[in-house]
């Protein structure tokens, strides 16, 4: 299977170019999300949590009707904080969504590598990605 080689520069070329809306919190969806909602979290100058999620196995296929939910951390309770929730990719939206509708009260923006979200930094990969931080 052929993938599509994105270096961090790229990502942080791209990220830096987003207009992203201001929040007051970064949420990333581990594991896929660790290190670009840690880049997020970086140039936001903003807190940094992490959900965790199983949904996909190692060849990328589902293996539960809706994503698990692992750990998830404990929120401060001030449900007026602006939350920037973040994965490498999003083809389903069912992580997303089902990470979103924990965060039910406050505002959450979403930011995806690549597929559907509110902010997608590469949405003319249609192939599958060799992130820079993925070892295959």
């Given at each position: 299977m052929s993938k599509t080689p994105l270096s961090f520069l790229q990502i942080s070329q791209r990220l830096r170019a987003c207009q992203l809306p201001e929040v007051d919190l970064v949420i990333g969806?581990?594991?896929?999300?660790?290190?670009?909602a840690s880049l997020a979290?970086?140039?936001l100058g903003c807190d940094l949590l992490m959900v965790?999620?199983?949904y996909r196995d190692e060849q990328n296929k589902p293996r539960y009707d809706d994503p698990l939910l692992i750990r998830?951390?404990?929120l401060p309770p001030d449900t007026s904080l602006r939350i920037l929730l973040?994965?490498?990719?999003?083809v389903t939206g069912k992580t997303l969504?089902?990470?979103k509708a924990l965060l039910e009260g406050y505002r959450v923006y979403t930011l995806v590598m690549k597929g559907k979200g509110d902010f997608v930094l590469f949405p003319e990969?249609?192939?599958?990605?060799q992130w820079p931080?993925?070892?295959e």
């Open positions: 969806i581990a594991t896929g999300g660790t290190v670009p979290a970086h140039q965790h999620v199983n998830m951390p404990g973040v994965d490498d990719v999003s969504n089902r990470v990969v249609g192939t599958c990605v931080w993925k070892e």
